[in-house]
Nanobody, 124 residues
Framework: QVQLVESGGGLVQAGGSLRLSCAAS????????MAWFLQAPGKAREFAAT????????DYSDSVKGRFTISRDNAKNTVYLRMNSLKPEDTAVYYCAAAPSGVAGRGRTEYNYWGQGTQVTVSS
């Protein structure tokens, strides 16, 4: 069992930055691929970024690539999402997710543990 708790969301102006954190507890974190998904109001949850168990193979959706950076610190059992150049369309609840394997892709079904989410609101 893995418990995930996100933090770092808030209200920011367009062009600003935020860093989200996801603290993991429970079974071994360092062997799991991790990801961030987002869910905008009235829309389905969608993939944003993923990172493999050792910090390699980061992958990003086209909408966040070049602006967001996913990273992890296995010693702290934490994964991060650095978000720069934020846009109003980035407004969403951001969810952290853990996969049962060390490498995972963009599909929601590849991840079996989810946090409760943290709200990010970008004002224009």
């Amino acid at each position: 069992q893995v418990q995930l708790v996100e933090s770092g969301g808030g209200l920011v102006q367009a062009g600003g930055s935020l860093r989200l954190s996801c603290a993991a507890s429970g079974r071994t974190f360092s062997s799991n691929a991790m990801a961030w998904f987002l869910q905008a109001p009235g829309k389905a949850r969608e993939f944003a970024a993923t990172i493999s168990w050792n910090g390699g193979s980061p992958d990003y959706s086209d909408s966040v690539k070049g602006r967001f950076t996913i990273s992890r610190d296995n010693a702290k059992n934490t994964v991060y999402l650095r978000m720069n150049s934020l846009k109003p369309e980035d407004t969403a609840v951001y969810y952290c997710a853990a996969a049962p394997s060390g490498v995972a892709g963009r599909g929601r079904t590849e991840y079996n543990y989810w946090g409760q989410g943290t709200q990010v609101t970008v004002s224009s």
